[in-house]
């Protein structure tokens, strides 16, 4: 059987109108995605998280930025996704990524013609740092003596900036400061300048040179003459800076410091700032974590272009990083905005909202379902505080190997919960002021590897030995001492593979313990007075894996009906021992789950081809009457009816995506929601394009024979 959908664009008008007896967004171009022995399914594709979504993207994460005279902006990335290692942006639009660079450093400088990229190659079995030279859309520009890179030497470059025809270059190899011809690349001028983190230069030719980043309180930018001698002139009133460089005015803006752009006129005998752009404290100022133009974000890189225009280069607050990328007029009015902050996550929808509250793991997202695709949402804040040792944001859990993802949003007793799995603790937050989810618990699953154990030390106080919960008892999202409990009861969880939050609070886990295969489930004792949920060891429950199951490593329980939806082996289905950690063999609906009267009503079998070991199955999702099940490597959705378990057809990336999405990495990498008017979302990872694909299924989307 094909599982290639086959898209019948030129039927779309004439099907929509026959199939939907209930208009949904009639404006919304319905398309028709069947398999050859199924039933056509009716949907769309859209997305989330990325200003960009058909052939082009804004990229996964930026390291730096150089803004050219005509206002193109180059932004480096460390990591790149499908050769996007530096893209090139102007009017807010995408324009060309560089040619052949798979990893770029924060050095990236441009001017009026062309743009430099600090990068890396291996020579003679050494890897070598320098510079490749690209014109202003990505394309290679190569000097005529050389090919396109310039070897400079075994460290990173991580500062150079283009004034009148020179490139000026701090070298960490040499610890010297280097001039170069731009156009030829012969050297001019070096002298003798350590510990540069970044540098720009002004209209009279003074060198000015930011350091101390790593230290934060001791970060000053000094001034030398184009000799290297010190003017004695200095700025030191810039804790936190990240980026400095000079507007056509000759004004020196300088990134970073309270998430603003200070200005500066360094043209009298003591600098004296002039002004800032961008609200004190950024978008955690006024109500924290909401978004607006002038709250900027974690601030790493700043330019200005030939008219004056200022541009700014932030870092969504998330450990996988991003991009928040604006551009303001000399006044500071806000002229675009580009973003992508949606690597290696997927969304919930807040049900008390209709779906029209979105979350992933660090972001709120608010949907206009009346739009086109690509345009329902709009980013209405961050949920992550940096003054908080926020698992979701710390370095150290992120060492460990571990990443949470999947949020999964829950209403319990009036308050707004967020669980977030996978890794070696079920974290907990709860809705605070503003925009924030505060930590709220940690519940430990499972024992460290030898990997974790070497580089994790999040979080602080833990108990030593047997299980422990910690609970936000005094209401500060800090993880205090005595507000751990630990108990020998519980024992130790083994390999968890399957997790699950219900809409009262109750947890279900999936796994193996000492060779056997079980199911636990924690129902919520109560909550406190801060709306913590509160749970007791001794009211975990630990059971056999119910036939004909002999593993689980997937869960969906809805605490409504009563009803369990699990996925793993069988006794005649083995899951398939392949890469990518699959869901199962079979999905197998339990009703009554909880009474003496539990019966199965059906079970699937899912697809896998021997063939092609990464074609299985790797994440389920359950809503209203639905199953969805997503593939590892196409990301190809199986749709079921929850009712009867057949199979109703297939979904794939759109005509509105391109026709393709990333692998699905995640084990949860994909959740569904049913709107009261019968329409569904589903979301699902796509790391290939930065985001988060959402597809709308209207309340009639099943083609009629």
Same mark, same amino acid.
């Given at each position: 059987?094909?599982?290639?959908?086959?898209?019948?664009?030129?039927?779309?008008?004439?099907?929509?109108?026959?199939?939907?007896?209930?208009?949904?967004?009639?404006?919304?171009?319905?398309?028709?995605?069947?398999?050859?022995?199924?039933?056509?399914?009716?949907?769309?594709?859209?997305?989330?998280?990325?200003?960009?979504?058909?052939?082009? *993207?804004?990229?996964?994460?930026?390291?730096?930025?150089?803004?050219?005279?005509?206002?193109?902006?180059?932004?480096?990335?460390?990591?790149?996704?499908?050769?996007?290692?530096?893209?090139? !942006?102007?009017?807010?639009?995408?324009?060309?990524?560089?040619?052949?660079?798979?990893?770029?450093?924060?050095?990236?400088?441009?001017?009026?013609?062309?743009?430099?990229?600090?990068?890396?190659? *291996?020579?003679?079995?050494?890897?070598?740092?320098?510079?490749? %030279?690209?014109?202003?859309?990505?394309?290679?520009?190569?000097?005529?003596?050389?090919?396109?890179?310039?070897?400079?030497?075994?460290?990173?470059?991580?500062?150079? !900036?283009?004034?009148?025809?020179?490139?000026?270059?701090?070298?960490?190899?040499?610890?010297?400061?280097?001039?170069?011809?731009?156009?030829?690349?012969?050297?001019?001028?070096?002298?003798?300048?350590?510990?540069?983190?970044?540098?720009?230069?002004?209209?009279?030719?003074?060198?000015?040179?930011?350091?101390?980043?790593?230290?934060?309180?001791?970060?000053?930018?000094?001034? !030398?003459?184009?000799?290297?001698?010190?003017?004695?002139?200095?700025?030191?009133?810039?804790?936190?800076?990240?980026?400095?460089?000079?507007?056509?005015?000759?004004?020196?803006?300088?990134?970073?410091? %309270?998430?603003?752009?200070?200005?500066?006129?360094?043209?009298?005998?003591?600098?004296?700032?002039?002004?800032?752009?961008?609200?004190?404290?950024?978008?955690?100022?006024?109500?924290?974590?909401?978004?607006?133009?002038?709250?900027?974000?974690?601030?790493?890189?700043?330019?200005?272009?030939?008219?004056?225009?200022?541009?700014?280069?932030?870092?969504?607050?998330?450990?996988?990083?991003?991009?928040?990328?604006?551009?303001?007029?000399?006044?500071?009015?806000?002229?675009?905005?580009?973003?992508?902050?949606?690597?290696?996550?997927?969304?919930?929808?807040?049900?008390?909202?209709?779906?029209?509250?979105?979350?992933?793991?660090?972001?709120?997202?608010?949907?206009?379902?009346?739009?086109?695709?690509?345009?329902?949402?709009?980013?209405?804040?961050?949920?992550?505080?940096?003054?908080?040792?926020?698992?979701?944001?710390?370095?150290?859990?992120?060492?460990?190997?571990? !990443?949470?993802?999947?949020?999964?949003?829950? %209403?319990?007793?009036?308050?707004?919960?967020?669980?977030?799995?996978?890794?070696?603790?079920?974290?907990?937050?709860?809705?605070?002021?503003?925009?924030?989810?505060?930590?709220?618990?940690?519940?430990?699953?499972?024992?460290?590897?030898?990997?974790?154990?070497?580089?994790?030390?999040?979080?602080?106080?833990?108990?030593?030995?047997?299980? *422990?919960?910690?609970?936000?008892?005094?209401?500060?999202?800090?993880?205090?001492?005595?507000?751990?409990?630990?108990?020998?009861?519980?024992?130790?969880?083994?390999?968890?593979?399957?997790?699950?939050?219900?809409?009262?609070?109750?947890?279900?886990?999936?796994?193996?313990?000492?060779?056997?295969?079980?199911?636990?489930?924690?129902?919520?004792?109560?909550?406190?007075?801060?709306?913590?949920?509160?749970?007791?060891?001794?009211?975990?429950?630990?059971?056999?894996?119910?036939?004909?199951?002999?593993?689980?490593?997937?869960?969906?329980?809805?605490?409504?009906?009563?009803?369990?939806?699990?996925?793993?082996?069988?006794?005649?289905?083995?899951?398939?021992?392949?890469?990518?950690?699959?869901?199962?063999?079979?999905?197998?609906?339990?009703?009554?789950?909880?009474?003496?009267?539990?019966?199965?009503?059906?079970?699937?079998?899912?697809?896998?081809?021997?063939?092609?070991?990464?074609?299985?199955? %790797?994440?389920?999702?359950?809503?209203?009457?639905?199953?969805?099940?997503?593939?590892?490597?196409?990301?190809?959705?199986?749709?079921?009816?929850?009712?009867?378990?057949?199979?109703?057809?297939?979904?794939?990336?759109?005509?509105?995506?391109?026709?393709?999405?990333?692998?699905?990495?995640?084990?949860?990498?994909?959740?569904?929601?049913?709107?009261?008017?019968?329409?569904?979302?589903?979301?699902?990872?796509?790391?290939?394009?930065?985001?988060?694909?959402?597809?709308?299924?209207?309340?009639?989307?099943?083609?009629?024979?």
């Amino acid at each position: 059987m094909s599982h290639r959908p086959d898209l019948f664009r030129a039927a779309i008008a004439a099907v929509a109108v026959a199939v939907l007896s209930v208009p949904v967004c009639p404006a919304r171009d319905f398309g028709v995605y069947k398999d050859d022995d199924e039933s056509g399914l009716i949907y769309t594709t859209s997305w989330l998280g990325n200003s960009l979504g058909r052939d082009a *993207w804004v990229q996964k994460n930026g390291v730096g930025l150089a803004v050219a005279a005509d206002g193109t902006c180059v932004v480096p990335d460390a990591q790149a996704q499908r050769n996007h290692a530096a893209g090139f !942006y102007r009017a807010g639009r995408f324009v060309g990524r560089a040619d052949h660079v798979s990893s770029a450093s924060s050095a990236v400088a441009a001017d009026h013609k062309y743009a430099f990229v600090g990068t890396s190659r *291996w020579e003679v079995g050494k890897k070598v740092y320098g510079l490749k %030279r690209f014109q202003l859309n990505g394309t290679e520009a190569p000097w005529q003596r050389h090919k396109n890179f310039i070897g400079i030497g075994p460290e990173p470059l991580i500062a150079v !900036y283009l004034h009148a025809g020179e490139l000026y270059m701090a070298d960490p190899a040499s610890k010297t400061l280097r001039i170069y011809n731009s156009d030829t690349m012969v050297e001019l001028e070096r002298f003798d300048c350590e510990g540069v983190d970044k540098l720009a230069v002004s209209k009279d030719g003074k060198i000015w040179v930011l350091r101390g980043m790593a230290t934060d309180t001791d970060t000053t930018i000094v001034e !030398y003459a184009r000799d290297g001698t010190a003017t004695g002139r200095a700025i030191g009133d810039v804790p936190g800076a990240t980026a400095i460089a000079f507007d056509p005015a000759g004004v020196l803006l300088v990134a970073g410091v %309270r998430h603003q752009v200070l200005r500066y006129d360094v043209g009298a005998k003591v600098p004296a700032r002039t002004g800032a752009l961008g609200a004190a404290d950024g978008v955690w100022s006024g109500t924290p974590g909401e978004m607006a133009d002038d709250k900027l974000v974690s601030l790493i890189g700043v330019g200005a272009d030939a008219e004056g225009n200022i541009y700014t280069l932030g870092q969504p607050p998330t450990i996988r990083g991003g991009v928040d990328l604006r551009s303001f007029a000399p006044d500071g009015t806000l002229r675009w905005h580009l973003v992508a902050n949606q690597w290696g996550d997927v969304a919930d929808a807040d049900a008390a909202s209709d779906g029209v509250d979105v979350y992933t793991l660090d972001e709120h997202f608010v949907l206009d379902l009346a739009k086109e695709a690509g345009s329902e949402p709009t980013c209405k804040g961050y949920t992550v505080d940096p003054a908080l040792d926020d698992g979701r944001l710390n370095g150290r859990f992120a060492a460990s190997t571990q !990443y949470w993802t999947t949020p999964m949003i829950r %209403r319990v007793g009036g308050q707004t919960l967020m669980y977030v799995v996978p890794g070696p603790y079920f974290g907990i937050f709860r809705k605070d002021k503003g925009e924030i989810f505060k930590p709220s618990g940690l519940l430990k699953l499972s024992e460290p590897t030898a990997l974790e154990q070497e580089n994790h030390d999040w979080p602080p106080n833990q108990p030593v030995g047997y299980w *422990w919960g910690w609970r936000d008892a005094n209401g500060n999202g800090l993880a205090d001492e005595g507000e751990y409990a630990s108990d020998e009861r519980v024992g130790r969880f083994a390999s968890i593979q399957a997790f699950w939050a219900d809409d009262v609070g109750g947890l279900w886990l999936g796994g193996q313990h000492r060779g056997e295969s079980l199911l636990w489930h924690w129902p919520m004792a109560k909550q406190d007075d801060a709306g913590n949920p509160v749970y007791a060891p001794d009211s975990l429950v630990k059971t056999p894996v119910p036939e004909p199951l002999v593993d689980i490593r997937r869960i969906d329980y809805d605490a409504a009906g009563d009803v369990m939806i699990l996925a793993g082996s069988t006794w005649e289905l083995r899951t398939p021992q392949v890469g990518g950690n699959p869901a199962g063999a079979e999905i197998v609906r339990f009703d009554n789950w909880s009474k003496p009267e539990r019966e199965v009503r059906w079970r699937i079998v899912l697809p896998f081809d021997m063939r092609t070991p990464h074609r299985h199955i %790797r994440s389920i999702a359950v809503a209203g009457e639905r199953v969805f099940a997503i593939e590892f490597y196409r990301s190809l959705i199986h749709v079921y009816d929850a009712g009867t378990g057949r199979k109703l057809g297939v979904m794939s990336p759109g005509e509105e995506v391109a026709f393709e999405s990333s692998w699905c990495n995640i084990d949860y990498g994909m959740q569904a929601f049913q709107r009261k008017n019968g329409e569904y979302l589903v979301f699902a990872e796509d790391d290939l394009k930065c985001r988060v694909l959402m597809y709308r299924l209207p309340p009639e989307h099943v083609v009629k024979d």
